[in-house]
């Protein structure tokens, strides 16, 4: 793996807003240069032809990086040694990635979409998904204001904690008993 790198977690799928995220990446070589690669790891699939993309751009010749699948062990290394993890994804049911990012002390950078605010409540930095200024100017942020990393990092740890799946599945049993 690179030495310094933005992560993205999840599949590969149109609404995960990824040619954004490349469009917004892409930025970023052009204004800091190329110290800092993309790693992207999700399952692909042949409709959504993301990969083609990265092929055909020259400047993320050996700087984003495609990973199916890892074990958990190597996705928490992943998030413990990330940048920063971003998810600019349009839609979303739930958002677990930025969840474990915050687990493993990666700041986060995602959407002001779907379920995203409410999953992650201040902890997060947030971006409108459809302009790729903003996913730029929010990666841009969080890589060089170091008391907003920091913030971030702590504020992360105490929102996961707060997100423990037993208050999540008895939430859940509650809305149930509710409705029956």
């Not at 052009?30 to 020259?58: M, Q, W």
């Not at 459809?130 to 929010?138: A, K």
Request: include cysteine; aromatic fraction near 10%; proline fraction near 6%.
């Amino acid at each position: 793996p690179p030495k310094k790198f933005i992560l993205y977690v999840g599949n590969l799928k149109p609404h995960k807003n990824i040619e954004r995220l490349l469009q917004a990446y892409k930025k970023w070589i052009h204004a800091k240069g190329n110290e800092v690669h993309l790693v992207l790891i999700g399952k692909h699939f042949k409709d959504y032809p993301v990969y083609e993309t990265v092929r055909r751009t020259s400047e993320f010749e050996n700087q984003v990086h495609f990973l199916d699948s890892v074990n958990n062990d190597d996705l928490r290394w992943f998030y413990s040694h990330a940048l920063m993890n971003v998810l600019p994804s349009m839609y979303e049911g739930f958002g677990l990635p930025p969840l474990e990012a915050m687990c493993c002390g990666c700041p986060t950078l995602v959407a002001k979409t779907a379920s995203l605010p409410e999953v992650c409540g201040d902890a997060s930095c947030y971006v409108d998904p459809y302009s790729v200024e903003s996913i730029f100017e929010g990666m841009r942020l969080i890589s060089e204001d170091e008391k907003l990393r920091s913030a971030l990092i702590e504020k992360g740890h105490r929102r996961a904690a707060a997100l423990q799946w037993k208050e999540s599945v008895d939430e859940h049993v509650r809305v149930f008993e509710k409705i029956t």
